[in-house]
């Protein structure tokens, strides 16, 4: 089952690269999340969150920026808000 959301989320790049959450997917061990990036055209990514990550104490899941490790920057990451990952998708 999937659910289709709209959730605005930027990355630690100065300045930051900006995606929304397309697509949201439970997937075995955690959920599938399609970035769309809004500020310049690029390819739809998939980043997969780990159930481990989302039962994580913290607010928000880093995941490294795709854009910024196609471009050869480092340690950059997208926060992506906990309580938008997995809002609506069935259980575990």
Do not use: Q, W
């Amino acid at each position: 089952m999937s659910s289709e959301v709209a959730t605005a989320v930027e990355c630690t790049h100065e300045p930051p690269h900006r995606f929304v959450i397309v697509h949201r997917a439970r997937a075995g061990g955690g959920v599938r999340v399609a970035l769309k990036r809004v500020d310049e055209p690029y390819p739809t990514r998939e980043v997969f969150v780990t159930n481990r990550e989302l039962k994580m104490a913290s607010d928000d899941v880093s995941k490294a920026c795709f854009v910024c490790v196609d471009k050869g920057f480092r340690e950059t990451a997208i926060a992506l808000p906990k309580a938008e990952l997995d809002l609506g998708l069935p259980p575990e």
